[in-house]
T-cell receptor
Framework: DTGVSQDPRHKITKRGQNVTFRCDPI?????LYWYRQTLGQGPEFLTY????????KSRLLSDRFSAERPKGSFSTLEIQRTEQGDSAMYLC??????????FGPGTRLTVL | AQRVTQPEKLLSVFKGAPVELKCNYS??????LFWYVQYSRQRLQLLLR??SRESIKGFTADLNKGETSFHLKKPFAQEEDSAMYYC??????????FGTGTRLQVFP
């Protein structure tokens, strides 16, 4: 297991298109988190799962954003009708409950 | 609201000089504080957490509840310490609240 992986690493899309990102956590980790990081800022929490249950969503997560973790393993984050303001690095992390969060390399989204 | 403040965007020192990266937080309860580091072209990784009270790569950080601070210190900086450093807070739920980060540059 090489750690948390994310796919794709880069995504360029046009405004109004839908995009989907995937995160594969460390295999034994039951918690999975999504963060967003914009230039000059630290990561901002979006949502997290324990197994397949989505336990918390940030107010940053508008109706255009949806995240799933259907089998309690990998997770997807979908953004519908992308806007230029959605351009950011999307980070995924995983952990055992209450333990250290391990981050993936991120997916860089550019909305033209 | 819970907040983490890192007042310095950039800290530049020469090799061998002491380093202190500042972190202040706002939270009335008992938070858990972390330092994460991101080296060039690498992913964000945990450097240390206050409950461990350990030294990693020569770095230490002490939680000062009176001053609500968790400053990161190293007595003698090395060039390989050059990176982006983020202070983070965890409370109640499992999410992390990050500061805006400080870029440490260590010159030879």
């Amino acid at each position: 297991d090489t750690g948390v992986s994310q796919d794709p690493r880069h995504k360029i899309t046009k405004r109004g298109q839908n995009v989907t990102f995937r995160c594969d956590p460390i295999s034994e980790h039951n918690r999975l988190y999504w963060y967003r990081q914009t230039l000059g800022q630290g990561p901002e929490f979006l949502t997290y799962f324990q197994n397949e249950a989505q336990l918390e969503k940030s107010r940053l997560l508008s109706d255009r954003f949806s995240a799933e973790r259907p089998k309690g393993s990998f997770s997807t984050l979908e953004i519908q009708r992308t806007e230029q303001g959605d351009s950011a690095m999307y980070l995924c992390a995983s952990s055992l409950a209450g333990d250290t969060q391990y981050f993936g390399p991120g997916t860089r989204l550019t909305v033209l | 609201a819970q907040r983490v403040t890192q007042p310095e965007k950039l800290l530049s020192v020469f090799k061998g000089a002491p380093v202190e990266l500042k972190c202040n937080y706002s939270y009335s309860g008992s938070p858990e504080l972390f330092w994460y580091v991101q080296y060039s072209r690498q992913r964000l990784q945990l450097l240390l957490r206050h409950i461990s009270r350990e030294s990693i790569k020569g770095f230490t950080a002490d939680l000062n509840k009176g001053e609500t601070s968790f400053h990161l210190k190293k007595p003698f900086a090395q060039e390989e310490d050059s990176a982006m450093y983020y202070c983070a807070l965890r409370y109640n739920t499992d999410k992390l609240i990050f500061g805006t980060g400080t870029r440490l540059q260590v010159f030879p």
